[in-house]
């Protein structure tokens, strides 16, 4: 099969979307399909794949990024357009990031009450924010195409915000590779890890792992860690991922947290940190399918996040991990946190979680989508189908 994938950049240090589809693009090629890939960057990490390559040129506009995108797969006529959340001219289209305007929606939260008005009506006239409306209206339209949902919570979203009718939703999860995340990995990373921290045996090691720090929760862990640290309890927080963290590292020791939290910044290999952590923490206002949580719980972690990500639609509360309802409420994640302080609590949970994430490899993701492929292409059966063009498309081969 021919298939084209659309995102802005391939490079799995970006993001969650962009480290699910560096795995799945690698997931279709050692199935034997043809694995095209239109997008503005593509990352070091992303070289050794044997996908074609079609640079956007650089735009910063996102209409006009949508309308490159639109003229390059027009040229490769693919058998199958997989944008995930960018574009419009797609046959299965998967915004990883949710609806617009329920991100739009659940970042109120992160404003003071009596400033949400004031932001509301100020942004309703934001270029930005028109160019997005202007993006959202060509996605959402209905042009045959599936809708791809993360979690039962994005597919809400689709019919509450966009009218999208549910026979056009289709719900699958993300997936992990149980391999790369695994418990096994802790005996070659563990003692390492903590020891660069300066992390003891005896001190409980939470991990978060975000790049959107205010969107994942960043401020409501801090000051948890706070409050945990300021009760003399042995605890470290690893923060993985994001930039500029100058500000963060200046409110850390603002609460006192100076010695207590490791901002770490992006990192090539995320793996070192799970197997070095003790309980994995992402107390987030808004994730349709976090990745990382499923990762956390692939490397044998307890977790603890919220029941607004939809990863939480595979987490049983006291089982897998302990979910809270308010990412803004610093009391119920402190109580949660110390809970998690019972290591013989944590092993049970951390099982649980293991066994939770071979249910959902990216083995089954990547069935469950193609599943979805031969659904687009027997539906269009019966229409007149694209041909590939008469010359090679344009784009840069990368092989093995």
């Known amino acids: ?152 919570t994005a597919a809400d979203d689709f019919r509450r915000f966009h009218g999208v009718p549910s026979e056009r939703i289709r719900i699958v999860y993300n997936g992990v590779d149980t391999v790369r995340f695994s418990p096994e990995h802790r005996g070659l990373h563990r003692r390492a890890v903590r020891r660069r921290l300066g992390v003891s045996d005896e001190t409980v090691l939470a991990l978060i792992v ?19 640290t300021a009760e003399r309890v042995p605890l470290h927080l690893a923060v993985v991922g994001g930039k500029h963290l100058r500000p ?55 977790i603890l996040t919220t029941r607004i990500n939809g990863v939480s639609e595979l987490l049983t509360q006291g089982t897998e991990g302990l979910l809270i309802s308010d990412p803004a409420d610093v009391d119920e994640l402190t109580d949660r946190m110390r809970a998690l302080f019972d290591e013989s609590l944590r092993l049970k949970m951390a099982r649980a979680a293991r066994q939770m994430a071979l249910r959902h490899t990216l083995k089954r993701n990547v069935d469950e989508i193609l599943d979805v492929y031969e659904e687009v292409i027997e539906m269009r059966r019966p229409a007149v189908s694209r041909k590939p063009p008469a010359r090679p498309p344009v784009g840069t081969a990368w092989k093995v």
């Open 210 to 228: 975000a790049h959107n720090f205010r969107l994942k929760g960043l401020p409501a862990l801090l000051g948890a860690m706070s409050r945990l």
């Open 1 to 152: 099969m021919r298939v084209a994938l659309v995102l802005k950049q391939l490079d799995p240090r970006r993001g969650g979307a962009e480290q699910w589809t560096t795995q799945f693009a690698a997931a279709l090629v050692q199935r034997g399909h043809e694995v095209h890939v239109v997008a503005q960057r593509f990352g070091e990490q992303v070289g050794h794949l044997s996908i074609v390559a079609h640079p956007v040129r650089r735009v910063r506009s996102r209409l006009a990024f949508a309308e490159a995108a639109q003229a390059k797969l027009m040229a490769i006529a693919p058998d199958i357009i997989h944008d995930m959340g960018v574009g419009w001219y797609c046959d299965v289209f998967h915004p990883h990031a949710g609806s617009w305007a329920s991100v739009t929606e659940r970042k109120l939260r992160l404003v003071a009450p009596w400033l949400r008005p004031l932001k509301q009506r100020v942004d309703r006239w934001l270029p930005r924010q028109r160019e997005y409306r202007t993006l959202v209206s060509r996605q959402y339209a209905d042009n045959g195409q599936i809708m791809l949902a993360l979690s039962e």
């Open 248 to 302: 963060w590292e200046w409110t850390a020791r603002r609460l006192g947290l100076g010695g207590s939290v490791s901002f770490l910044g992006a990192v090539d290999d995320t793996v070192p940190y799970y197997a070095a952590a003790d309980l994995y923490v992402h107390p987030t206002f808004y994730d349709m399918c976090s990745l990382v949580v499923l990762e956390a719980a692939a490397s044998g972690l307890p």
